[in-house]
């Protein structure tokens, strides 16, 4: 087995590929470790990206695909069928000892599958810190209260699931007082920050915060 770097991972799962500068942006920020979800490692192979695992149970990997990493990369295949590929690379991850993983290539044209990774992030998140890149979005999952380093102006979206989770935060171009935003009942989408950091206080479930990608990288909020 190929020797573990350092406790950040970038997981590319078999959706949309992800932008080259958008792994590079993450490599330089410390997850250098890669690892793919099975056909994550076509798109791997066509953006010229050698990952460090392959895992999966290869039903979606193409066969030039193997031979091509199979002196470049540990792959570990897993025959179960009782979880996704993606969660079968968490749990590779959490039993290695990752703290934190960027999730690539999560979202693509099946909605169910859409649906279905982000079901996963919030499964998993109080085992390791999770972020989702896609495409021009940033997702992070929360269930404690923080402080976001932010810009006047940057706008950001808040989506909580049931009616047991309150978000309070004054920093917003509306302010959300204890607010409830369940699932199908209420959101709080386009925000927009008014201050150069966000308080948010958050209790009784889990948040996910979406912001733009590229305004993130641009001010260095990540």
Do not use: W
Not at 16 to 35: E, L, S
Not at 70 to 94: G, M, Y
Not at 203 to 211: H, N
């Amino acid at each position: 087995m190929k020797k573990i770097k350092n406790k950040k991972c970038i997981i590319i799962a078999n959706g949309k590929a992800p932008n080259k500068k958008a792994i590079d942006y993450f490599i330089d920020k410390g997850f250098t470790t890669i690892i793919c979800a099975d056909g994550g490692a076509n798109t791997a192979k066509k953006i010229n990206i050698i990952p460090d695992f392959i895992i999966g149970d290869l039903d979606s990997i193409a066969d030039k695909t193997i031979l091509y990493f199979k002196s470049k990369s540990n792959i570990i295949k897993f025959k179960r069928q009782n979880d996704t590929d993606i969660e079968k690379c968490l749990k590779f991850a959490v039993k290695n000892g990752f703290k934190e993983v960027v999730l690539l290539g999560v979202t693509g044209n099946r909605l169910d599958h859409t649906i279905c990774n982000l079901s996963i992030v919030i499964k998993f998140h109080h085992k390791i810190k999770i972020y989702v890149a896609a495409e021009n979005s940033f997702l992070i999952p929360f269930d404690y209260d923080i402080k976001l380093k932010s810009v006047q102006g940057e706008t950001i979206s808040f989506f909580a699931f049931d009616d047991k989770t309150y978000i309070t935060s004054l920093d917003l171009k509306y302010p959300l007082s204890n607010t409830n935003l369940k699932f199908g009942i209420k959101e709080s989408a386009s925000n927009v920050s008014i201050s150069e950091s966000i308080d948010i206080k958050i209790s009784g479930g889990v948040i996910f915060i979406i912001r733009d990608f590229n305004f993130v990288r641009k001010h260095d909020l990540f």
